[in-house]
T-cell receptor, first 112, second 116 residues
Framework: GENVEQHPSTLSVQEGDSAVIKCTYS??????FPWYKQELGKRPQLIID?????GEKKDQRIAVTLNKTAKHFSLHITETQPEDSAVYFC???????????FGGGTRVLVKP | SAVISQKPSRDICQRGTSLTIQCQVD?????MFWYRQQPGQSLTLIAT?????????ESGFVIDKFPISRPNLTFSTLTVSNLSPEDSSIYLC?????????????FGEGSRLTVL
């Protein structure tokens, strides 16, 4: 089955700096890659997703890039703010609507 | 979007007992899933709850330990049976929305289980 690796497991950045989280996947048939943010004690919520027919997608301060050849995708957060502090999970599936396999998560701390 | 209500939000149970978690969605959904999130860990899919038929379990999860019901398109239950301290986790119900289920996976708030 699919295996998703996520790095780093923890990331500390200064407010205003950028944060980058990287994920690799094993199943070349995967073509849907969402990112979820989970604040402390809250449910995971989708923040951005990308499908395999697109190499990059941006939504305000967050962007995701996908390299299907190398089987890796990354989340970029620019101009980080304290409210960006949370655990971020990448995931992969063979299609939007199929079951998701999640990465191990990255705990991001934005220091004011 | 979807509004998902899970009950209980938290519970403390004794070893050897069982806990049933309910998940109610405010609209009919085709795809419903149960995830487990152990303390400080990622999200692991337990099973897909199928309406009107047996749930589809992931590797490492069995029906005897995690029986699931899905009587209609808005409701499901997950039972965690014969509890042990290793079952202490957050259990999350999730649903897919959008046309042809290509939309976002929404999660309930989770049910935090502590087993003594």
């Amino acid at each position: 089955g699919e295996n998703v690796e996520q790095h780093p497991s923890t990331l500390s950045v200064q407010e205003g700096d950028s944060a980058v989280i990287k994920c690799t996947y094993s199943d070349s048939a995967s073509n849907y890659f969402p990112w979820y943010k989970q604040e402390l004690g809250k449910r995971p919520q989708l923040i951005i997703d990308i499908r395999s027919n697109v190499g990059e997608k941006k939504d305000q301060r967050i962007a995701v890039t996908l390299n299907k050849t190398a089987k890796h995708f990354s989340l970029h957060i620019t101009e980080t703010q304290p409210e960006d502090s949370a655990v971020y999970f990448c995931a992969a599936s063979k299609a939007a609507g199929n079951k998701l396999t999640f990465g191990g998560g990255t705990r991001v701390l934005v220091k004011p | 979007s979807a509004v998902i209500s899970q009950k209980p939000s938290r519970d403390i149970c004794q070893r050897g007992t069982s806990l049933t978690i309910q998940c109610q969605v405010d609209s009919q959904v085709t795809m419903m899933f149960w995830y487990r999130q152990q303390p400080g860990q990622s999200l692991t899919l337990i099973a897909t709850a199928n309406q009107g038929s047996e749930a589809t379990y992931e590797s490492g999860f069995v029906i005897d330990k995690f029986p699931i019901s899905r009587p209609n398109l808005t409701f499901s239950t997950l039972t965690v049976s014969n509890l042990s301290p290793e079952d202490s986790s957050i259990y999350l119900c999730s649903v897919l929305t959008g046309e042809r289920n290509t939309g976002e996976l929404f999660f309930g708030e989770g049910s935090r289980l502590t087993v003594l």
